[in-house]
């Protein structure tokens, strides 16, 4: 989708819909809200014509003096993950502060489902919406398109968003965690994982450090980001000393899969970070707190929140777009990955 600098009327309308279906618009209208009053065929026209140019119904229509309604669909895929929910509150907060109402969608890490809820909220005709993350749809794109309003995403950095992009590489996040654990001595590290796509990224770019290091191929235990958040970090351990017992070191897709690890590894007697390194993904809020304290990538995900924001207050007001912005990462070192407990030379 290119870049839009204002808000246009390039929605498809009611009479732009029964134009494709070949019907009248009074006959589509009630095929999209009385179905029971037209014939099964001419509902099903309408419906495909309605899902080919990315048609949605306003269920405000009539009851709003103007086009605004100071209202914004926020998209996330989970609120169990305090990175999201810090995200969250933060955006939440301020768009407040500018008088306009959230409302939030959760989806799951499943695009198909984000394409659904967001075909649902269209329809009350939000004056902007938050997405977090890159990846959508075919179809989500296209309503959007047809939407014509302004869109955020958050948490991922892209140069080429729908609309503002407002995040951090994850490639480059995977790639800073092998350099880490590399240079703390350590030269099997493994990957611990969820398979949602955003993990995935990650592990690609800690694999390309390591070829690039010419170290061996990290070995990989992925597990569904729907399987239940108890003894995730035990079976993800157990699952890869069978597989490659030899692995000294794991970056693992969240800090809260780190702590299971880290309990998991004492309860077998594997000395962290002596025998097994352990990084996590977040600096969660207790992540320093572990034992041993946990190294960790630190996002800033209220900042992300603070500035997507701001971003979309400014475009929902008629601004210009605005660049992409790369917030970046940290690593932070503490005791679960020095061996020495110093941190590492740059």
Request: charged content about 20%; aromatic content about 4%.
């Amino acid at each position: 989708m290119a870049n839009r600098s204002s808000r246009g009327s390039s929605a498809p309308t009611l009479k732009d819909l029964a134009r494709l279906a070949g019907v009248s618009p009074i006959t589509a209208s009630r095929a999209l809200h009385r179905p029971e009053l037209v014939a099964e065929a001419t509902r099903l026209r309408v419906a495909q014509a309605a899902e080919q140019s990315g048609y949605v119904p306003n269920s405000l229509a009539g009851g709003l003096a103007s086009r605004q309604t100071r209202l914004v669909v926020a998209i996330v895929p989970s609120v169990g993950h305090s990175l999201f929910s810090d995200m969250l509150d933060a955006l939440i907060t301020a768009l407040a502060a500018q008088r306009y109402e959230t409302t939030l969608g959760i989806s799951h890490y499943d695009p198909q489902h984000e394409e659904r809820w967001l075909a649902v909220m269209l329809s009350r005709r939000p004056d902007g919406v938050v997405l977090t993350g890159t990846e959508h749809t075919a179809r989500t794109r296209r309503l959007l398109l047809n939407a014509d309003i302004p869109i955020v995403e958050l948490w991922d950095y892209t140069p080429h968003p729908l609309d503002v992009a407002i995040g951090f590489s994850q490639e480059d996040a995977g790639r800073a965690a092998f350099r880490h654990l590399w240079a703390c001595g350590y030269r099997r590290p493994a990957i611990l994982r969820s398979d949602d796509s955003r993990a995935q990224r990650r592990a690609q770019g800690f694999l390309r450090a390591a070829a690039e290091a010419d170290a061996p191929e990290p070995a990989q235990v992925v597990f569904p980001e729907s399987s239940p958040q108890a003894g995730r970090g035990r079976d993800a351990l157990d699952a890869l000393l069978a597989r490659a017992r030899d692995a000294d070191a794991v970056f693992c897709s969240s800090d809260a899969l780190a702590q299971g690890v880290l309990a998991h590894a004492h309860a077998l007697g594997l000395s962290v970070p002596r025998r097994l390194g352990v990084l996590g993904f977040g600096d969660q809020v207790l992540a320093a707190d572990s034992i041993p304290a946990l190294s960790t990538v630190r996002v800033d995900g209220a900042h992300i929140g603070r500035l997507g924001a701001e971003a979309l207050i400014a475009r929902m007001s008629g601004g210009a777009v605005i660049p992409a912005q790369d917030i970046g990462f940290k690593v932070v070192a503490r005791a679960s990955t020095l061996r020495d407990a110093r941190p590492p030379s740059a």
